[in-house]
């Protein structure tokens, strides 16, 4: 079921001008068309010459083809890095709603004052326990 220029593909129109209609191809066709389109994007005069011969097609059907392959391929590249960049876009944001969590407590992230009251101690742990929970004061009582 190869087609060929002489397959039916030329017809005329009302006003008896010649009409060109939209190729088919076959599966096998479109099967080798693709599996070269993954070894290479771009073919040569005679890779084409080739491959036309090979699937029984004009070389310009093919050059026309592997044209529309190529356009198909960048929209879903270009729609694929889109995506990847929405993505890391929104975890970036994310981490940097984060970051600026940390730093509106700055009460925690200073270091404690030496002179500072007990209250004061109890009441950041308090406040951070369920972040630091392992976190473990030594008072100079112990240490003595």
């Known amino acids: 079921l190869a087609c060929t220029p ?15 209609t939209r190729p088919t191809f076959s ?5 080798a068309l693709e599996k070269t389109f993954e070894q ?9 010459a080739r491959l036309a011969y090979s699937l029984g097609m004009t070389e310009s059907q093919v050059k026309v083809w592997f044209q529309n392959r190529r356009t198909k391929w960048r929209k879903k590249h ?8 929405k993505k890391q876009d929104s975890e970036t944001e994310r981490l ?17 004052d030496p002179n500072s009251d007990d ?3 109890t ?16 008072t100079s009582e112990n240490e003595s």
């Open 6 to 20: 002489h397959q039916g593909s030329i017809l005329l129109d009302k006003d008896g001008k010649r009409k060109h």
């Open 27 to 31: 599966g096998q066709q479109i099967f």
């Open 40 to 48: 290479t994007k771009y073919l040569a005069g005679p890779e084409r």
């Open 78 to 85: 270009a729609a694929e890095m889109a995506t990847a960049k």
């Open 96 to 112: 940097k709603g984060a970051s600026e969590n940390e730093e509106e407590d700055d009460d925690y992230n200073k270091p404690l």
């Open 119 to 121: 209250e004061k101690i």
């Open 123 to 138: 009441q950041l742990l308090k406040k951070h326990k369920s972040s630091s929970s392992s976190l473990l004061l030594h």
